[in-house]
């Protein structure tokens, strides 16, 4: 299917500077079941193809699920007509791209198909699953879902490139509220982190089997818990709330269109400015920071990125000290910086835009015990629940689901509505501890949005526990 | 077009059900040209078809849902709806009764075409380019249809089309200091876009003062409706929803469980009639002309899907699974727009609010930063442009005992937002004046 429409586009394509055209079809589906009811199967399938026209300086899109010869036509006219209408008006120099003929494949890992368990077999471990979240009356709200998806993507150029890419994602959730006399408090299975490529197995690396009753008691923990305190203390984060803070305070700063100003109607801009690279401090010693496509399970990892460049591991921070930029081939021209390939679209009908991939903070030397044993003061939390930042990525504020007191090395009482902030140019300088290999934890957010159009897109995040000092915490009212 | 094709397939997905199947299609599509600006120049433009439908087979309580791309292409589509009944067939009989489930079976078959008055996308864009000349203008230009259908085999048939535009933009002075403006509606006029050009252009002179750094403290503030509407828009998630009222997770708990209340000002409603969402939802039911959520500061209603009716026992609202608002209207108060800075006298003035989430969703604590045009006010005047801020601060207080007053006068928000697909999503807002915002970093 995937060649006829190739050969549509190859024997349709105009005789213009450039042109492209990349297909994507996915199939979703999403299994579920709330307070013990299983919950309407859902399957989506979405099919469709993005061409692109560069034409005398101007540069045009269109997206069609029309996959004919008339379709494909048709969005070759519409894309022509944009790049007719931008044509002296665009802001990228179109002349000075990288248009190397390339091609390749990529294919997710994958130990245990998707098929290999039956529908029945598959809401038969989300029910019992789910059934072990009630552990209590105050138990009022509670889920086990799984989420997998197929992606097939093909992308070619009237020059020649050629590459294709299968990928497999699965997403496992659970969640537990409990309630009683007016406080709710929840906990969930890393929020959405364990999104992994992959099959059945995520199930078993990622814990999924055995978490259910903690989550269950560690709702009803929270329901009976103090407030987290607040005040200037240490903080030990667990790797599922390192996820958010790389994520908004790294990675978004970092992302070169917004550097370039492209976000700054929407997402925002950057504290980080083009000149910074190279010796600006941006964190302790400890702080490296890698853009890794070659973590498999990884939900980011992938052989290239949207706009054809192969994909391979760059150090962004290294030794606390900025490197490079999240940027795409375009922005790379743009901004006369180097890159990483990162020009990634959410669907068929979205432009490529810079994104994050996988995102790492690279593992340190410290056990866990280490760092809660270096804090006389301070707070462990884990898995984020709240997250805010500027339109420049510098005062975030981000909650936990949960939280505990470190007095004197040792990890104590739980609290609940844990929160902290602070200006990410100071907190990354404040960074005084980062978790060893066995520590360190692959995960992602299923959720990323950015651009005009709107694009949602999963990036990879992995790292180990972290140990923050004089850090802004507080807890709820 | 989509609706001639829309409705034919459905009615040979409806020839074709066995025994006492039943079949809900519901369908999305838009045709829109997207031009994204930045430094007064064209970043990325191009043009986006896409249409899906989604169907839900049941009997016997038994039923499984798809959602498919259409090609457009009648035979392509006709072939793969008829695999995908097939495989929604397979899956029925795998899975056990949905007690939950509940769909429109009185037809109220509906039809909703507004004529398309918008000019060519690549002429809008030409105008904008114009108004960028001089000035550094970023944002997006989102222009064309958007369709919503609805069938079921009970014979109900509902279209929605209604083409429209939406240019968010802003100005830029430099780093973060800038203007932000929208211009949306459904007939471009070239006059009244040029009046929106030149009073950004206005407050642009303003953000060029040097800006001022308030420190962390509370302060009296007037809130411009695109700033109030970032507040809506966070309450809306997850705080009218009946499931979330049942499950404790809705910030207005309080309201719910111990009687706490808003300002006497506060009027919310999700107003339906006066909304540009249509009136159908996915499972058939028809949205009522209102349904009042917040009446002067009290809870009133929450928005109920038909899921949620039939596991609670209550009765439906039209709203769809994640009952959130699509059309939500704060009634207006006393206070003239033109009175705004006079009657603020002293604090801030905030044109927009950014990044909101909750510190405490249970005590409705929220957190958020102040964005684009914010003004320090003495005596009534705008001294100076203030740089960001973040405040954190209980919802009972901000729209509760310290909300002072709302503007009569009330601006209609359409959603820029294109997550998947553009928004139908409105808001119809006044301005708040508030005795205190707390502000921390």
Same mark, same amino acid.
């Given at each position: 299917?995937?060649?006829?429409?190739?050969?549509?586009?190859?024997?349709?394509?105009?005789?213009?500077?450039?042109?492209?055209?990349?297909?994507?079809?996915?199939?979703?589906?999403?299994?579920?079941?709330?307070?013990?009811?299983?919950?309407?199967?859902?399957?989506?399938?979405?099919?469709?193809?993005?061409?692109?026209?560069?034409?005398?300086?101007?540069?045009?899109?269109?997206?069609?699920?029309?996959?004919?010869?008339?379709?494909?036509?048709?969005?070759?006219?519409?894309?022509?007509?944009?790049?007719?209408?931008?044509?002296?008006?665009?802001?990228?120099?179109?002349?000075?791209?990288?248009?190397?003929?390339?091609?390749?494949?990529?294919?997710?890992?994958?130990?245990?198909?998707?098929?290999?368990?039956?529908?029945?077999?598959?809401?038969?471990?989300?029910?019992?699953?789910?059934?072990?979240?009630?552990?209590?009356?105050?138990?009022?709200?509670?889920?086990? %879902?799984?989420?997998?998806?197929?992606? +097939?993507? #093909?992308? !070619? /150029?009237? $020059?020649?490139?050629?590459?294709? *890419?299968?990928?497999?994602?699965?997403?496992?959730?659970?969640?537990?509220?409990?309630?009683?006399?007016?406080?709710?408090?929840?906990?969930?299975?890393?929020?959405?982190?364990?999104?992994?490529?992959?099959?059945?197995?995520?199930?078993?690396?990622?814990?999924?089997?055995?978490?259910?009753?903690?989550?269950?008691?560690?709702?009803?923990?929270?329901?009976?818990?103090?407030?987290?305190?607040?005040?200037?203390?240490?903080?030990?984060?667990?790797?599922?709330?390192?996820?958010?803070?790389?994520?908004?305070?790294?990675?978004?700063?970092?992302?070169?269109?917004?550097?370039?100003?492209?976000?700054?109607?929407?997402?925002?801009?950057?504290?980080?400015?083009?000149?910074?690279? %190279?010796?600006?401090?941006?964190?302790? +010693?400890? #702080?490296? !920071? /890698?853009? $890794?496509?070659?973590?498999?399970? *990884?939900?980011?990892?992938?052989?290239?990125?949207?706009?054809?460049?192969?994909?391979?591991?760059?150090?962004?921070?290294?030794?606390?000290?900025?490197?490079?930029?999240?940027?795409?081939?375009?922005?790379?021209?743009?901004?006369?910086?180097?890159?990483?390939?990162?020009?990634?679209?959410?669907?068929?009908?979205?432009?490529?835009?810079?994104?994050?991939?996988?995102?790492?903070?690279?593992?340190?030397?410290?056990?866990?015990?280490?760092?809660?044993?270096?804090?006389?003061?301070?707070?462990?939390?884990?898995?984020?629940?709240?997250?805010?930042?500027?339109?420049?990525?510098?005062?975030?504020?981000?909650?936990?689901?949960?939280?505990?007191?470190?007095?004197?090395?040792?990890?104590?009482?739980?609290?609940?509505?844990?929160?902290?902030?602070?200006?990410?140019?100071?907190?990354?300088?404040?960074?005084?501890?980062?978790?060893?290999?066995?520590?360190?934890?692959?995960?992602?957010?299923?959720?990323?949005?950015?651009?005009?159009?709107?694009?949602?897109?999963?990036?990879?995040?992995?790292?180990?526990?972290?140990?923050?000092?004089?850090?802004?915490?507080?807890?709820?009212? | 077009?989509?609706?001639?094709?829309?409705?034919?397939?459905?009615?040979?997905?409806?020839?074709?059900?066995?025994?006492?199947?039943?079949?809900?299609?519901?369908?999305?599509?838009?045709?829109?040209?997207?031009?994204?600006?930045?430094?007064?120049?064209?970043?990325?433009?191009?043009?986006?078809?896409?249409?899906?439908?989604?169907?839900?087979?049941?009997?016997?309580?038994?039923?499984?849902?798809?959602?498919?791309?259409?090609?457009?292409?009648?035979?392509?589509?006709?072939?793969?709806?008829?695999?995908?009944?097939?495989?929604?067939?397979?899956?029925?009989?795998?899975?056990?009764?949905?007690?939950?489930?509940?769909?429109?079976?009185?037809?109220?078959?509906?039809?909703?075409?507004?004529?398309?008055?918008?000019?060519?996308?690549?002429?809008?864009?030409?105008?904008?380019?114009?108004?960028?000349?001089?000035?550094?203008?970023?944002?997006?230009?989102?222009?064309?249809?958007?369709?919503?259908?609805?069938?079921?085999?009970?014979?109900?048939?509902?279209?929605?089309?209604?083409?429209?535009?939406?240019?968010?933009?802003?100005?830029?002075?430099?780093?973060?200091?800038?203007?932000?403006?929208?211009?949306?509606?459904?007939?471009?006029?070239?006059?009244?876009?040029?009046?929106?050009?030149?009073?950004?252009?206005?407050?642009?002179?303003?953000?060029?003062?040097?800006?001022?750094?308030?420190?962390?403290?509370?302060?009296?503030?007037?809130?411009?409706?695109?700033?109030?509407?970032?507040?809506?828009?966070?309450?809306?998630?997850?705080?009218?929803?009946?499931?979330?009222?049942?499950?404790?997770?809705?910030?207005?708990?309080?309201?719910?469980?111990?009687?706490?209340?808003?300002?006497?000002?506060?009027?919310?409603?999700?107003?339906?009639?006066?909304?540009?969402?249509?009136?159908?939802?996915?499972?058939?039911?028809?949205?009522?002309?209102?349904?009042?959520?917040?009446?002067?500061?009290?809870?009133?209603?929450?928005?109920?899907?038909?899921?949620?009716?039939?596991?609670?026992?209550?009765?439906?609202?039209?709203?769809?699974?994640?009952?959130?608002?699509?059309?939500?209207?704060?009634?207006?108060?006393?206070?003239?727009?033109?009175?705004?800075?006079?009657?603020?006298?002293?604090?801030?003035?905030?044109?927009?609010?950014?990044?909101?989430?909750?510190?405490?969703?249970?005590?409705?604590?929220?957190?958020?930063?102040?964005?684009?045009?914010?003004?320090?006010?003495?005596?009534?005047?705008?001294?100076?442009?203030?740089?960001?801020?973040?405040?954190?601060?209980?919802?009972?207080?901000?729209?509760?005992?310290?909300?002072?007053?709302?503007?009569?006068?009330?601006?209609?928000?359409?959603?820029?937002?294109?997550?998947?697909?553009?928004?139908?999503?409105?808001?119809?807002?006044?301005?708040?004046?508030?005795?205190?915002?707390?502000?921390?970093?």
């Amino acid at each position: 299917m995937l060649e006829a429409i190739e050969r549509k586009f190859r024997n349709l394509a105009p005789a213009v500077d450039f042109c492209s055209l990349r297909v994507v079809r996915e199939r979703h589906e999403m299994l579920s079941v709330r307070r013990n009811i299983i919950q309407p199967v859902r399957r989506s399938e979405d099919w469709g193809a993005m061409i692109t026209v560069h034409e005398n300086g101007g540069l045009g899109y269109a997206a069609t699920p029309d996959l004919g010869s008339d379709g494909l036509r048709h969005a070759l006219e519409q894309a022509r007509t944009w790049a007719r209408a931008s044509r002296g008006r665009h802001l990228v120099a179109l002349s000075d791209l990288d248009r190397r003929v390339r091609s390749g494949d990529y294919r997710s890992p994958v130990r245990k198909p998707w098929d290999s368990l039956s529908l029945q077999d598959k809401l038969g471990l989300l029910q019992q699953e789910c059934q072990r979240l009630k552990a209590a009356e105050a138990i009022v709200e509670w889920q086990a %879902g799984l989420w997998h998806s197929e992606i +097939e993507t #093909l992308y !070619v /150029t009237l $020059d020649g490139s050629r590459l294709t *890419q299968q990928f497999r994602y699965l997403l496992p959730s659970l969640n537990a509220t409990a309630h009683h006399q007016g406080e709710t408090q929840s906990r969930s299975f890393g929020g959405d982190a364990y999104l992994r490529q992959g099959g059945l197995e995520i199930l078993e690396d990622t814990g999924f089997y055995d978490a259910a009753p903690r989550i269950a008691a560690q709702a009803l923990t929270l329901l009976a818990a103090p407030n987290c305190p607040a005040g200037t203390l240490d903080v030990v984060l667990a790797p599922d709330q390192m996820v958010l803070q790389i994520h908004e305070s790294i990675g978004h700063p970092l992302e070169l269109d917004r550097i370039l100003g492209d976000e700054r109607n929407y997402a925002g801009t950057s504290f980080v400015t083009p000149e910074l690279f %190279g010796h600006y401090r941006y964190g302790s +010693e400890l #702080l490296n !920071v /890698t853009f $890794d496509p070659d973590h498999g399970e *990884q939900i980011a990892s992938y052989g290239y990125d949207d706009e054809g460049l192969p994909a391979q591991r760059e150090y962004l921070i290294e030794q606390g000290i900025l490197l490079r930029p999240l940027g795409g081939a375009i922005s790379q021209s743009r901004a006369g910086l180097p890159g990483v390939a990162n020009s990634r679209a959410s669907a068929w009908n979205r432009p490529p835009i810079d994104r994050m991939a996988n995102l790492n903070l690279e593992p340190g030397t410290s056990s866990l015990d280490d760092l809660f044993g270096r804090t006389e003061n301070g707070l462990y939390m884990e898995t984020n629940r709240s997250w805010s930042i500027d339109d420049s990525r510098n005062k975030f504020q981000f909650g936990c689901e949960w939280g505990q007191v470190i007095r004197d090395g040792e990890l104590g009482a739980v609290v609940k509505n844990p929160n902290y902030r602070g200006l990410s140019a100071e907190f990354w300088r404040n960074l005084d501890g980062v978790g060893d290999a066995r520590s360190f934890q692959v995960l992602g957010v299923a959720s990323c949005g950015k651009g005009e159009p709107n694009q949602m897109i999963r990036v990879g995040h992995a790292a180990p526990p972290c140990l923050f000092r004089q850090v802004a915490v507080f807890g709820g009212e | 077009m989509m609706q001639e094709t829309f409705h034919r397939l459905a009615d040979e997905l409806m020839n074709t059900l066995h025994g006492n199947e039943a079949l809900t299609c519901s369908f999305n599509g838009e045709e829109s040209a997207f031009v994204r600006f930045n430094h007064s120049q064209i970043r990325q433009a191009g043009h986006v078809t896409q249409q899906s439908i989604t169907v839900d087979l049941s009997a016997d309580l038994r039923h499984a849902a798809a959602e498919i791309t259409l090609s457009g292409e009648w035979a392509t589509d006709r072939a793969r709806l008829q695999e995908l009944l097939a495989e929604l067939r397979a899956i029925r009989a795998q899975i056990p009764e949905d007690p939950y489930l509940l769909y429109a079976t009185d037809v109220c078959s509906s039809e909703r075409i507004h004529p398309n008055q918008l000019p060519e996308a690549t002429a809008i864009a030409e105008q904008v380019l114009d108004a960028g000349v001089g000035h550094d203008l970023v944002g997006i230009l989102a222009s064309g249809p958007i369709h919503h259908g609805f069938a079921n085999s009970f014979g109900q048939r509902n279209w929605h089309s209604r083409a429209s535009f939406n240019l968010d933009w802003s100005f830029y002075l430099k780093a973060d200091k800038a203007v932000k403006s929208r211009y949306a509606g459904f007939a471009w006029d070239e006059a009244a876009f040029r009046d929106k050009v030149r009073m950004a252009s206005r407050q642009l002179d303003l953000l060029a003062r040097p800006a001022r750094t308030i420190v962390p403290g509370t302060y009296r503030a007037y809130l411009a409706p695109a700033a109030l509407e970032e507040i809506t828009d966070l309450l809306g998630w997850g705080g009218f929803g009946l499931r979330a009222h049942r499950t404790g997770m809705t910030p207005l708990m309080r309201m719910v469980e111990q009687d706490a209340r808003l300002s006497p000002w506060l009027t919310l409603r999700e107003n339906t009639a006066q909304g540009i969402a249509p009136d159908f939802q996915a499972a058939g039911f028809i949205r009522p002309a209102q349904v009042t959520l917040i009446e002067q500061g009290g809870y009133r209603d929450c928005l109920v899907s038909p899921r949620s009716a039939k596991e609670y026992g209550v009765p439906g609202n039209g709203a769809e699974n994640g009952e959130t608002p699509l059309s939500l209207d704060m009634a207006p108060g006393t206070l003239p727009l033109a009175r705004v800075l006079e009657t603020l006298d002293t604090g801030l003035y905030i044109g927009n609010l950014w990044y909101l989430n909750y510190s405490d969703r249970n005590a409705a604590r929220l957190t958020g930063m102040t964005r684009f045009a914010t003004f320090w006010v003495e005596n009534g005047t705008i001294q100076a442009p203030v740089n960001v801020m973040r405040f954190d601060d209980s919802l009972f207080h901000l729209l509760g005992d310290r909300l002072l007053n709302l503007t009569a006068e009330r601006e209609l928000l359409l959603d820029p937002g294109s997550y998947g697909g553009r928004s139908s999503r409105c808001s119809r807002l006044p301005g708040a004046l508030l005795e205190g915002m707390h502000f921390t970093l």
